[in-house]
């Protein structure tokens, strides 16, 4: 391997990330389309998603211990698996996504309560600003208050504040729990999402079930859906290891570009100038919050581990859905 491709890969393994997430409500529809609600087919890759995790890392599984902060992650995980999947299966998918990407806002509540984190003067300037890009893509005369116009789009909200929960949690389970293996609270995510999805499927009004024709084609999207998902994460967490922090979150955002194109070729969903406005004040207060949480240049040697006092630049997120 080359030194400059040496270099790229790390970068090269986030936006593959970033685009299989930019995709992957394509599939979801499909499978809607074929009889699989949202719910149903959220549980069920998350499960196949869980699955593979655990038999390829399963020398891993002797670092996993009970804790209850594990049943938050895997609750958090939950809400932010059917938010997402949900919202884009039944709303237009760029809408539903700029919702989700509201996370600056919720994040930086979130580390004050939960991670006694000062909630500085900038944070609340970046939350505002991110809110203020949500309320230009809503607000519409006919409709008055700029609130979300449909349950898919309250479904991306909920979603978006799930994941800012649910990275939260991860640095506070990374803080509690150190000797446990990355890849494990991989595993915690994916079946957190599969148990909370298959708990709201109860609640679903159930479409008519796939044909005996078609399960050999659900089965296999969805079994083939979950080892993507999961093998996509494991790689994604290679490049976050090996990029600062606040250049993988705006490495992150071409996530947002595959999904805007994705959703024009595959569904003829255009955003509109309202949408292109306000997802531009999300985009920004994203880029924002990465570069305010840069490392700094310091001249004393790096401490070995992240403890309790570790500054907002050293903490990496993770994203595993669906």
Request: charged residues 10%; aromatic residues 8%.
């Amino acid at each position: 391997m080359t030194r400059s491709l040496r270099n790229a890969w790390p970068t090269l393994a986030i936006m593959l990330g970033a685009s299989v997430w930019g995709l992957v409500w394509y599939p979801m529809r499909m499978l809607a389309a074929m009889g699989l609600s949202g719910t149903a087919a959220s549980a069920t890759t998350s499960a196949a998603a869980c699955v593979f995790v655990l038999l390829a890392k399963r020398r891993s599984i002797s670092t996993l211990s009970w804790h209850w902060l594990l049943v938050a992650l895997g609750v958090a995980a939950g809400v932010t698996n059917i938010g997402f999947v949900w919202g884009a299966i039944h709303g237009q998918v760029m809408r539903v996504l700029l919702l989700f990407y509201l996370t600056p806002a919720w994040t930086a509540v979130f580390a004050h309560f939960i991670l006694q984190e000062r909630l500085t003067r900038a944070d609340a300037a970046l939350s505002l600003l991110s809110l203020a890009g949500a309320v230009t893509m809503l607000w519409s005369p006919e409709l008055g208050m700029p609130l979300p116009a449909n349950l898919a789009e309250w479904a991306g909200l909920m979603g978006g504040m799930g994941f800012a929960m649910s990275n939260v949690l991860i640095v506070k389970v990374t803080r509690t729990l150190p000797a446990m293996k990355p890849e494990m609270r991989t595993a915690v995510i994916f079946g957190g999402a599969a148990f909370i999805a298959s708990i709201v499927t109860l609640f679903e009004p159930m479409p008519a079930p796939p044909t005996a024709a078609l399960l050999p084609t659900v089965a296999l999207i969805v079994i083939g859906l979950g080892v993507v998902l999961a093998g996509n994460n494991m790689i994604v967490q290679l490049g976050l290891a090996r990029v600062p922090a606040n250049r993988a979150s705006i490495i992150m955002l071409f996530e947002l570009v595959v999904t805007a194109l994705s959703a024009w070729l595959f569904a003829g969903e255009a955003p509109g100038p309202r949408e292109w406005a306000g997802g531009a004040c999300i985009v920004v207060a994203c880029v924002l919050s990465a570069w305010l949480h840069r490392p700094r240049a310091s001249r004393s040697p790096p401490a070995p581990d992240i403890g309790e006092d570790a500054p907002q630049s050293q903490k990496k997120s993770t994203r595993a859905m669906v």
